[in-house]
């Protein structure tokens, strides 16, 4: 059996993830997805404004809400998600980027 590596926090929102490797048991860190900026910064009540999401970390199957509504995500990378926005109330809205291992970005 391979050597297990213990976690090390190199940043507050890393976490460690058990996997078997062909060699044994080790350990993966992953990071929680940042949002840079998005663009444009504002849209319609109504929806279907064509969003970019720009930022690091993102992994595939990610769900992105605006002010609480889904974003109908269209194109994920790792550092770009584009979508068209549900509607959803006026005024400010947090976005949030959450990967399927439920890390989140705001």
């Known amino acids: ?3 297990r590596v213990t976690p090390q926090t190199f940043y507050s929102k890393i976490f460690h993830i058990v996997v078997l490797l062909s060699a044994g048991i080790g350990t993966v860190f992953a990071q929680a997805p940042a949002i ?3 663009a ?3 849209g319609t009540i109504n929806g279907g404004t064509s969003v970019n999401i ?7 199957g990610a769900t992105v809400s605006i002010g609480g509504s889904p974003l109908n995500v269209t194109f994920l990378g790792s550092t770009l998600i584009q979508g068209k926005t549900t509607a959803h109330v006026a005024g400010g ?3 949030v ?3 399927p ?3 989140t970005g705001i």
């Open 93 to 95: 809205a947090d976005i």
């Open 54 to 60: 720009h930022g690091t970390n993102f992994q595939a």
């Open 36 to 38: 840079s900026y998005i």
């Open 97 to 99: 980027v959450t990967n």
């Open 1 to 3: 059996m391979g050597q």
């Open 101 to 103: 291992n439920k890390e």
């Open 40 to 42: 444009p910064t504002s």
